[in-house]
């Protein structure tokens, strides 16, 4: 009796462990062509009663040496990450596509898995992991039924603590902002997400988030989401203004809109008026944002084609990011493309070699080399294949502030003559002042003076035959006539000067 008994407990106990082990299978399923030389394939899967194993692999039909793949998203459920090794979600793989292979662990009780974006194609794929549930053995000895869990009908909840909204509604003139609160659940939390980006979430249901802000609305939806796939969400608006105060407003500061439509031309602006290590450039923000709306509504272009940057986050390396060869400009341009650059802040030259040099935020002007070349951006723009390149400096290189501050510590004046023999001809360049001249600054204006009467020319008041067109020619006889005669007043002496290899070239039609 006892040796039949001792047979049964064994059977029983084999019979639960082979039901466990898990189990290997060798599939080397094509799952599809993902590109244009590229196949994907289902290696194999293991399976046991608690997970499963995908492994998969990437296959070139034909080596070309150009071959790509990548896969944005893998999840099941509700957007719920699953564990994986061997590749980086949204990494562009240029090389090796042969060797790349990966897998994913899944725990049982999901029966699909994503897959999104892969490959050069984009495709999203779905594999059915029930079908494989036939891997393992079947258990036929029931023990006891195991009872019912009770549904877990109950939702979380969601209290926000930042930021404090008014009608569902919050105003900020930040670039971002930590999005704080608190979410709960009778069963317990799986995870918070902010607009379907994973949430900071600790032990006691508190949460946060950064969000980078664009101009204008920014939808937010909260997401909260318990163990048993209940869900909760909570939605606001938040609207980044960026405001001038009425007050602060001159005669120019309202860009004229014309019927212009400029989809492919693109622009940098920066404007720097508080530095790290030099004096403040006055009213330099008001100058770079008003050029962008004239861009915008007057030049016609697309609001998401200008890169705009200023104060701390005009950076020598945001210089290098879009000047650079290949930089957001090289990127972003096309032989079709009209490129746009306007600069206000402080320049300064080498005391070695009196070479030119715009200065970041974060560059000490009395380190000049360590500022970004004028020579090296005129070279590299001037590579851009492009229906045509304007830059525009509000900037001199005497030393000197706009309001007459010495930028150097020894408080010894250089100056500069840049050749215009030095600028590509194939570039239109501005220039607020010539030899150790100071770009000053117009504070009844609120703007440098170079660009108060750029904008002004823009007014139309460059137009001198009222042809509704306003060329680089005449735009820089309205300039040296109206520059130089106010900066007279101001007992100082600036002119203004133009690069260009054709004067009759039109810089704006309205």
């Known amino acids: 009796m006892k040796r039949l008994i001792f047979t049964i407990i064994a059977i029983l106990f084999l019979s639960n462990v ?6 290997t299978v060798i599939l080397n399923k094509k799952l599809g062509s993902i590109g244009d030389y590229v196949d994907f394939y289902l290696s194999k899967v293991t399976i046991s009663s608690n997970y499963y194993d995908l492994h998969f692999h990437f296959i070139e039909t034909i080596f070309v040496g150009l071959d790509k793949t990548k896969i944005d998203n893998i999840y099941v459920g509700n957007y719920q990450q699953v564990s ?17 292979s990966f897998s994913v662990r899944i725990d049982s009780g999901f029966k699909i898995l994503h897959l999104t974006g892969v490959g050069m194609n984009n495709k999203n794929i779905d594999i059915n992991l029930s079908e494989f549930d036939s891997f ?27 930021p404090t909204l008014s009608d569902n509604l919050f105003r900020t003139e930040e670039f971002s ?3 704080k609160g608190t979410a709960s659940d009778n069963k317990g939390l799986f995870q918070v997400y902010l607009n379907n980006e994973t ?15 664009k101009i204008g609305k920014n939808p937010i939806e909260i997401k909260a989401i318990d163990i048993n796939d209940n869900e909760t969400t909570k939605e606001f608006l938040i609207i980044r203004d960026e405001i001038i105060e009425e007050e602060e407003f001159s005669d120019i500061d309202f860009a004229f809109e014309t019927s212009n439509n400029k989809p492919n031309a ?10 790290q290590y030099a004096p403040n450039v006055s009213n330099a923000y008001n100058d770079a944002e008003i050029m962008r709306e004239y861009l915008i509504s007057t030049f016609g272009l697309k609001r998401k084609n200008i890169y705009f940057r200023y104060n701390e986050r005009a950076t020598k390396g945001e210089f290098e990011k879009v000047f650079s060869e290949n930089g957001w400009i090289a990127k972003n341009a096309d032989k079709n493309a009209e490129i746009y650059v306007f600069y206000a802040g402080h320049g300064v030259a080498s005391t070695d070699d009196k070479s030119a040099y715009l200065i970041p935020n974060d560059i000490d002007p009395n380190y000049a080399s360590t500022g970004y070349s004028l020579n090296e951006l005129y070279q590299n723009l001037s590579k851009i294949k492009s229906k045509s390149t304007t830059i525009i400096l509000d900037a001199c290189f005497s030393g000197v502030s706009r309001e007459n501050e010495m930028l150097l510590a020894d ?4 100056s500069i003559k840049v050749k215009q023999g030095s600028i590509p001809r194939n570039l239109n360049v501005f220039t607020a002042s010539s030899g150790s001249e100071i770009s000053s600054g117009y504070s009844q204006k609120l703007h440098g003076l170079f660009t108060y009467f750029f904008l002004k020319g823009l007014n139309k008041n460059a137009d001198i035959n009222n042809d509704k067109k306003i060329t680089y020619g005449e735009m820089e006889d309205y300039l040296k006539e109206n520059i130089a005669s106010q900066a007279r007043k101001m007992g100082r002496e600036q002119n203004p000067q133009l690069h260009t290899d054709d004067k009759s070239k039109i810089l704006l039609k309205y």
Do not use: H, M
């Open 18 to 23: 082979l039901a466990q082990t898990p189990k």
């Open 199 to 213: 949430a900071s979430l600790k032990s006691n249901g508190q949460f946060q988030k950064r969000i980078k802000l």
């Open 266 to 275: 693109i622009a940098v602006i920066f404007g720097i008026e508080e530095y």
């Open 177 to 179: 902002i930590i999005i």
């Open 411 to 414: 408080s010894r004046p250089v």
């Open 136 to 162: 393992l053995p079947k258990k036929e000895t029931k023990i006891q039924e195991i009872a019912t869990k009770p549904k877990d009908y109950e939702k979380p909840n969601i209290v926000l603590n930042n």
């Open 84 to 100: 994986i090794s061997g590749i980086a979600l949204g990494r562009l793989y240029t090389s090796g596509v042969n060797n790349k």
